[in-house]
């Protein structure tokens, strides 16, 4: 999507923080999401923030948003082998349309 | 148990086929969407209903047809498929603007 752009890839140890950034556009985005996608599966909904928070976290997933600049981002603490996926920032505009990043492949070696 | 659940997973079928994909939510959810994944990984949104009613409808050919039944279902009819239709397919529902919950998928091929 050419309104939220994230970078294409990122290659993580084992074990390390994973650290997946996102930029937006539109200021009356009411949520933010990241969603995961798995070889050949569907789109899980991972976490999402409200615009009006800065942080939100859930086990090894902490979500940081940055509304002045927006900013995004999504840290993977402790990274797993099963963390290897594609993911997807996306925002909400006008009418329920989410419009998403063109994804971030995270690749994990051992 | 499934909450979004699309039939069938994999579409393979010629060009200038009719072929109908179906998409159901038990999750209460009033809207759903339908989005198309390309090869690129790239997600756009295509049609939305908001308990039956068509609230969004972005520049998707007029061979493209939605249709809800009722709220729980959004099936999907495409006439006269073209090789550029070769994509992942997406339905997915939501209560309002609240977060959208996708189904698995459908995998259409033509050849």
């Known amino acids: 999507g050419e309104d939220v752009e994230q970078s294409l890839f990122l290659s993580v140890r084992e074990g390390d923080s994973s650290v997946i950034n996102c930029t937006y556009t539109?200021?009356?985005?009411?949520?933010l999401y990241w969603y995961k996608q798995e070889p050949g599966a569907g789109l899980q909904l991972l976490t999402y923030?409200?615009?009006?928070?800065d942080m939100k976290q859930d086990q090894r997933l902490t979500v940081l948003l940055n509304k002045k600049d927006k900013h995004l981002s999504l840290r993977i603490a402790d990274t797993q082998t099963g963390d290897s996926a594609i993911y997807f920032c996306a925002e909400s505009i006008p009418l329920g349309k989410l419009s998403f990043g063109a994804g971030t492949t995270v690749t994990v070696r051992a | 148990d499934t909450a979004v659940s699309q039939t069938p997973k994999y579409l393979v079928t010629q060009m200038g086929n009719d072929k109908s994909i179906k998409c159901e939510q038990n999750l209460g959810h009033d809207t759903m969407y339908w989005y198309k994944q390309d090869s690129k990984k790239f997600l756009k949104i295509m049609f939305s209903?908001?308990?039956?009613?068509?609230?969004i409808n972005e520049t998707v050919p007029n061979r493209f047809s939605p249709k809800s039944p009722d709220k729980a279902h959004l099936n999907l009819h495409i006439n006269s498929l073209e090789l550029g239709d070769s994509a992942v397919y997406f339905c997915?529902?939501?209560?309002?603007?609240?977060?959208?919950?996708f189904g698995d998928g459908t995998r259409l091929s033509i050849l």
């Open positions: 923030i409200f615009s009006n928070m």
């Open positions: 539109d200021s009356s985005s009411t949520y």
């Open positions: 997915a529902s939501s209560q309002s603007d609240q977060p959208q919950h």
């Open positions: 209903y908001n308990n039956k009613e068509l609230i």
